[in-house]
């Protein structure tokens, strides 16, 4: 792990080092779309109360100068399968934005939706030896947590401290200073496929962009679509995507759990060309402009016109009720959302003191979804659009930018991770000169 | 007739045109063109490319150019023919010089103080230079100098009007009000009409001169001149020989005093050669020679000679 921890610690750098300079770009690369922002920064807050956008949760810095989305290309279930694909994409979009916003990107923030995440609660101890947690201490008992074995090409994505205890008193956010002899930790390490991350990041260095930081989609679209309370007191955000749906679990302010459920709106496009006998495009429009989970009887008399180019007058005058790509679509629904229960009832989601759920991502749009999950997943559903930032043009405001926006939020404010705090002075090699320094810096 | 009707809308045999299959063009763009247009988004690169290399070509074409000695002669001689040209066009030619409110001598000096033969093109006449060069001239006050419609240069001329005389060792000068000398004469009775003033430091203080000739009023024609002692005070000068010292400060009143005295007892009239009232509070008077002697004869004192000193009889001393 000490080469990741390096990598993101690199990442940090180079975020920090964009928003001196001020342009940062984020790269939402999605099975079916690619977003892409470009943000400005002022450290001042110049941009403060326009256009109605308060600065309620941070988003007050910075603004959007330049958006562009495109269709994705080469991106399966969330990973990237064909590479020369997925960059030419990449390229389409970041030109695309880069014009908007006239100024060049050099760094970007990139999400990964797929890799097969795998979500760890770890927990850690240690005494303290001067009876009062110092700087250092934090660093040594995140180092204390034991770590299992994640498995072969298994990269930590996300490894964030999400609760401290002094002695007896947990649920500390920040237990520096605090006096005890014991100070345990919680962190929450959520792993994802190496290669996949390989694979973006080689995609993105194709593109003379330099990556400032990776997060996951599901924890991004949560970031910017769950509100403060939401996020503090236990909710869900389900980010029904192209090729899968992500589920992520947050409590007080720090997201616990993580999972992705492998089915996502491009497999009820398929049903519906399959069960309809449609092409892709033709079920693809039919999914968005006429698509439902709750039938009624008035849906039954709705007749679309199929069309299509076969040149067969049977197969190209054939229409479909309205009924028809409900039935289709509705068991798939159920099947995404039993897939999501599922991965709440693995997280114990139940046992959290609010339960709220909000449904994000582009699948979200289904007309009378929240009914359909209120019956399967729990009562507090609601549909979640993701927060308003700065600049943001209103095309770009629907669910599916969520993760975009979170992304924008993560580049902003990003929480305290592992590699954020300073390598415990043990880890470093026996006779380094930093070892040295950080011993005299601790102990005088 | 044909047997069978057909009722179906006739099969118009639609003419495909023998297109080539349309390759649909891949939107994204290629690696070249989006460095390219990266590259192009740099702000350095931006302005070197949109500034400094047309700037740099046309510098370097002109340098290029200019570089050969006969080109740069015969652009030279082309734009000031150029220039000559436009210069000497009807509209910009000055025909004639009207001089107004300038005495005859001023008139024919201004005129030949004109740099060029009229006609001649207005751009060859300087109206600044050639103002400060008409102002040098001591008899002229303003001028206004400006070249009219239809080819006309008017000079408005404001000439000094001489006010005093002032004798100084070099000769009789005449000043204005403001005590700037306007012109020479050649003797007092050239211009007796005006009023004389002498003494070193005279003309820095014509005002008050002036003044004081206003203040003398019936004395006036007995009024020789003002004489300026030590650059401080004046001598009002009589004739009979007769003087009036007045104080550096309050002449004025002084002045008044000694003519209301005048006027009520006569005091010029008689044997004074001098008033002095330098001390305004304590007039002093000198008498003349006879007057003294008039009082020495009756107290029986020895008589004094015209130069003031007394007569000593050699006869009876001897």
């Known amino acids: 792990m000490p080469e990741l921890y390096e990598t993101q610690r690199a990442m940090r750098n180079i975020r920090r080092a964009a928003l001196q300079r001020g342009v940062i770009g984020i790269l939402d690369i999605g099975t079916s779309k690619i977003a892409c922002l470009v943000l400005r920064f002022d450290g001042t807050g110049t941009f403060r109360e326009t256009d109605?956008?308060?600065?309620?949760?941070?988003?007050?810095?910075?603004?959007?100068?330049?958006?562009?989305?495109?269709?994705?290309?080469?991106?399966?279930?969330?990973?990237?399968?064909?590479?020369?694909?997925t960059e030419r994409a990449i390229r389409t979009v970041v030109t695309a934005a880069q014009k908007v916003a006239g100024v060049r990107v050099d760094h970007v923030i990139a999400c990964l939706s797929g890799g097969r995440p795998a979500s760890y609660g770890l927990a850690g101890e240690i005494s303290l030896a001067a009876g009062k947690v110092h700087e250092y201490d934090i660093a040594s008992v995140l180092a204390a947590c034991d770590a299992?074995?994640?498995?072969?090409?298994?990269?930590?994505l996300h490894a964030q401290p999400v609760n401290f205890a002094v002695d007896n008193r947990s649920g500390l956010a920040d237990p520096r200073d605090h006096v005890g002899n014991k100070l345990a930790c919680d962190m929450h390490v959520l792993t994802v496929d190496g290669d996949a991350i390989g694979n973006l990041i080689q995609c993105i260095r194709r593109c003379d962009l330099?990556?400032?930081?990776?997060?996951?989609?599901?924890?991004?679209?949560?970031?910017?679509?769950?509100?403060?309370?939401?996020?503090?007191?236990?909710?869900?955000?389900?980010?029904?995507g192209g090729g899968g749906t992500g589920v992520s679990v947050f409590i007080r302010k720090h997201m616990i759990f993580s999972d992705n459920v492998r089915i996502g709106g491009n497999l009820i496009t398929q049903?519906?060309?399959?069960?309809?006998?449609?092409?892709?495009?033709?079920?693809?429009?039919?999914?968005?402009?006429?698509?439902?989970v709750e039938a009624t009887g008035r849906d039954d008399r709705d007749m679309i016109e199929v069309g299509g180019d076969t040149g067969d007058w049977e197969s190209d005058r054939r229409a479909v009720s309205r009924g028809d790509v409900i039935g289709v679509m509705r068991p798939r629904v159920e099947e995404i959302l039993e897939g999501v229960r599922e991965v709440l009832d693995a997280a114990g989601f139940d046992s959290l003191p609010s339960q709220q759920i909000v449904l994000t991502g582009?699948?979200?749009?289904?007309?009378?979804?929240?009914?359909?999950?209120a019956r399967i997943l729990g009562p507090n559903i609601r549909c979640g659009r993701p927060l308003r930032i700065d600049g943001l043009a209103h095309q770009l405001t629907d669910p599916s930018f969520s993760s975009a926006v979170g992304l924008a939020l993560f580049a902003a404010h990003p929480q305290d991770e592992w590699w954020d705090f300073e390598i415990p002075a043990d880890r470093y090699p026996t006779r380094s000169l930093r070892r040295a320094y950080r011993w005299f810096r601790n102990n005088w | 007739m044909p047997l069978i009707t057909d009722h179906r809308p006739s099969r118009q045999p639609q003419p495909q045109p023998q297109q080539a299959p349309r390759v649909k063009r891949d939107?994204?763009?290629?690696?070249?063109?989006?460095?390219?247009?990266?590259?192009?988004?740099?702000?350095?690169?931006?302005?070197?490319?949109?500034?400094?290399?047309?700037?740099?070509?046309?510098?370097?074409i002109a340098g290029l150019w200019l570089s050969d000695d006969d080109r740069r002669a015969s652009l030279n001689e082309d734009l000031t023919a150029i220039l000559q040209k436009v210069q000497s066009r009807k509209e910009f030619q000055v025909q004639m010089m009207t001089v107004e409110g300038a005495s005859p001598v001023v008139d024919k000096a201004l005129r030949s103080m004109l740099p060029v033969d009229l006609p001649a093109s207005s751009f060859e006449i300087d109206l600044a230079a050639l103002r400060l060069q008409v102002m040098q001239l001591d008899a002229i006050e303003s001028i206004d100098l400006r070249i009219k419609p239809g080819g006309i240069l008017s000079a408005v001329v404001k000439e000094r009007q001489p006010a005093v005389l002032w004798r100084n060792a070099?000769?009789?000068?005449?000043?204005?009000?403001?005590?700037?000398?306007?012109?020479?004469?050649?003797?007092?009775?050239?211009?007796?009409?005006?009023?004389?003033i002498t003494g070193e430091g005279a003309d820095l203080k014509v005002d008050e001169a002036l003044a004081l000739f206003d203040a003398a009023g019936p004395i006036l024609p007995r009024v020789r001149g003002l004489v300026r002692r030590g650059e401080r005070r004046w001598d009002l000068v009589l004739d009979h020989g007769q003087r009036i010292m007045l104080p550096a400060d309050g002449a004025q009143i002084a002045l008044e005093a000694a003519v209301a005295l005048d006027r009520a007892q006569d005091m010029l009239g008689r044997d004074l050669s001098v008033v002095d009232l330098r001390n305004p509070s304590k007039p002093v008077l000198r008498l003349g020679i006879d007057a003294r002697n008039t009082i020495r004869e009756a107290r029986k004192q020895p008589l004094l000679g015209p130069d003031g000193r007394i007569i000593t009889d050699e006869n009876k001393g001897g």
């Not at chain 1, 299992?148 to 930590?156: A, K, L, S, T």
């Open chain 1, 271 to 292: 049903d519906i060309a399959q069960g309809l006998r449609v092409s892709l495009p033709v079920a693809e429009r039919l999914k968005t402009l006429n698509g439902g």
């Open chain 2, 170 to 196: 070099r000769g009789i000068e005449m000043l204005d009000a403001t005590g700037h000398r306007v012109a020479s004469v050649t003797s007092r009775d050239v211009r007796s009409d005006l009023p004389l």
């Open chain 1, 210 to 240: 330099e990556l400032a930081g990776i997060a996951s989609a599901s924890y991004a679209s949560a970031r910017a679509s769950m509100v403060e309370d939401e996020q503090e007191l236990g909710g869900a955000c389900i980010d029904f």
């Open chain 1, 148 to 156: 299992p074995d994640f498995g072969r090409g298994r990269e930590v």
């Open chain 2, 27 to 60: 939107p994204a763009p290629s690696r070249l063109q989006y460095r390219l247009e990266r590259m192009w988004l740099k702000p350095l690169y931006r302005r070197v490319v949109r500034i400094g290399l047309p700037a740099f070509l046309i510098a370097m």
């Open chain 1, 52 to 85: 109605g956008v308060g600065p309620m949760a941070g988003q007050a810095n910075f603004r959007v100068i330049g958006a562009a989305s495109t269709r994705s290309r080469g991106v399966r279930r969330g990973e990237i399968e064909t590479m020369a694909e």
């Open chain 1, 362 to 373: 582009g699948g979200s749009q289904i007309p009378g979804l929240d009914g359909l999950a």
